[in-house]
């Protein structure tokens, strides 16, 4: 059974960083690309970065020099550091594994005052 479980998002002032973790189990970890997406109130939902399995990545214009994916495939762990956090990034993050089925539950981020 696949399960991927997010955590660390929260409350922060516009400016701030969050890191958001994602835990895999179920998988093969080391073979897929992995990637975050989010979703924000009346958006549609938006990919946000995604990292191959040899760790190429890749952003949305939006958050171009401001956030960064890594992996840990020890681990199982995908992880999303957001720096210079803006009030427009708040959303629900969901991780996923690419081309599947198979997402997490979500976490919530809000960027305000």
């Known amino acids: 059974q696949v399960q991927l479980v997010e955590s660390g998002g929260g409350l922060v002032q516009p400016g701030g960083s969050l890191r958001l973790s994602c835990a895999a189990s179920?998988?093969?970890?080391?073979?897929?690309?992995m990637a975050w997406d989010r979703q924000a109130p009346g958006k549609e939902r938006e990919l946000v970065a995604s990292i191959t399995s040899g760790k190429r990545t890749n952003y949305a214009d939006s958050v171009k020099g401001r956030f960064t994916i890594s992996r840990d495939n020890a681990k199982n762990m995908v992880y999303l550091q957001m720096d210079s956090l803006k009030p427009e990034d708040t959303a629900v993050y969901y991780c996923?594994?690419?081309?599947?089925?198979?997402w997490g539950q979500g976490t919530q981020v809000t960027v305000s005052s």
């Open positions: 996923y594994v690419a081309n599947s089925r198979y």
């Open positions: 179920g998988i093969i970890f080391s073979i897929y690309t």
